[in-house]
């Protein structure tokens, strides 16, 4: 195990009914201006932005509104953001909905006060400091922004995504209330649970030793989104599954399962450049490269943990072959991601072979001409991975 140092400062509200307490939570920190920021029609349509700002309201908090964030989202939004922010003299920026509209608020709020763009955050070319504080009403159980110290935006003028981790992207508060996700749409949810349990695997899958106790208790996160998962794509209304998984979905991202231990993320890279270019959704593009990731670490040397997770995940029986039993683990990986009615491969999405080389290149350089740490990638490789994923 390695020395690692711990600080998840987001206040969580975790609970039915917790967001009419939004107006309450802001007021009691002396902020009297508030942006909302949300992204489709769907805060508007099940009534969420009007009790929102009735409960700012209540309270005597001043609010603006900024719509239209769209998925994948956008440093060109994001700086449209940052700049509406600082013309309304907004003093807390709260975003309303799932990772996608909380990225663009994280990044938008490291720029009100300094006029920058947020592309030169993510490019570093500057580093946070006097940043807006970020408040969180959650809407879908995925990406696990609102504790992270992260955020993804794509620039859409030069085709690429890219990512930052900062401990000021840690949100102020978060509330979690698992009535917010019953109205998502099945494949919203299940796109949202196969990023859930990327971030668990990300991790999960290292080269560090003596680390027994992160990995169970992300054996037992991930189990726990494996068990509840069909529950909520046949019972779209079951709080008690709804809850297991928004829950297991801010525990996979917050930093608490990476103590310890190095992360890989060459699948999360890998993506990043798929739905870039392709506009998939992030959790779709996840569902067809980590199980080719998975092929590729099991032939160069990952078979020993590739079948610890197939046995202690996905109960596959402990045959004394590893690479059997790591293989079988995959193959049933595949076939729950298939049960969400996903989609496991390229082909299947209409995308072939043409951009492998310049995503395979870009992916790489982005990280410095090696990717990830459970099976150091090349380009090479990184292309037969996603070859694998055809």
Not at 80 to 86: C, P, S, V
Not at 131 to 158: F, H, K, R
Not at 160 to 180: C, H, Q, T, W, Y
């Amino acid at each position: 195990m390695l020395d690692f140092e711990l600080c998840i400062p987001t206040k969580i509200y975790f609970g039915r009914g917790q967001c009419a307490r939004v107006g309450e939570i802001i007021a009691s920190r002396g902020y009297r201006r508030v942006l909302i920021c949300y992204g489709g029609g769907s805060v508007v349509r099940t009534g969420l932005l009007e009790r929102v700002k009735s409960s700012l309201d209540a309270v005597g908090v001043e609010h603006d509104e900024f719509g239209g964030i769209q998925a994948n989202p956008t440093s060109e939004r994001c700086a449209e953001l940052g700049h509406y922010a600082r013309e309304r003299g907004s003093e807390l920026l709260l975003a309303v909905g799932g990772g996608s509209v909380i990225d663009t608020a994280k990044m938008a709020a490291h720029c009100v006060r300094t006029g920058l763009d947020p592309w030169d955050y993510t490019e570093h070319r500057a580093e946070p400091s006097d940043s807006l504080p970020v408040g969180v009403v959650l809407t879908i159980a995925a990406t696990g922004s609102e504790t992270s110290d992260s955020a993804v935006l794509t620039n859409t003028a030069l085709g690429v995504k890219r990512g930052l981790s900062s401990e000021k992207n840690r949100p102020l508060f978060a509330i979690m209330d698992p009535e917010l996700t019953m109205t998502l749409p099945p494949y919203q949810t299940a796109c949202g649970v196969v990023d859930i349990m990327a971030h668990m695997m990300e991790r999960y899958f290292t080269r560090v030793t003596h680390v027994e106790l992160i990995d169970r208790m992300t054996e037992g996160a991930l189990k726990t989104v494996v068990g509840n998962a069909p529950i909520v794509m046949h019972e779209p209304e079951n709080y008690d599954a709804r809850a297991e998984i928004m829950w297991a979905g801010c525990l996979a991202h917050n930093t608490l399962f990476q103590t310890g231990r190095v992360g890989d993320w060459a699948s999360h890279k890998l993506e990043h450049e798929l739905s870039a270019l392709y506009d998939i959704a992030h959790g779709a593009g996840l569902a067809i490269v980590f199980p080719a990731w998975m092929k590729y670490a099991l032939a160069h040397d990952g078979e020993a943990k590739l079948a610890q997770f197939a046995v202690r995940v996905f109960d596959v029986p402990v045959s004394g072959d590893d690479a059997a039993d790591a293989a079988e683990g995959i193959r049933r990986l595949e076939a729950f991601y298939r049960s969400l009615g996903l989609t496991t491969t390229l082909t299947e999405n209409g995308i072939g072979d043409t951009d492998f080389g310049r995503m395979a290149e870009r992916a790489v350089a982005l990280a410095g001409g090696t990717l990830g740490q459970f099976v150091p990638l090349k380009a090479a490789d990184c292309e037969a991975i996603y070859r694998l994923a055809l």
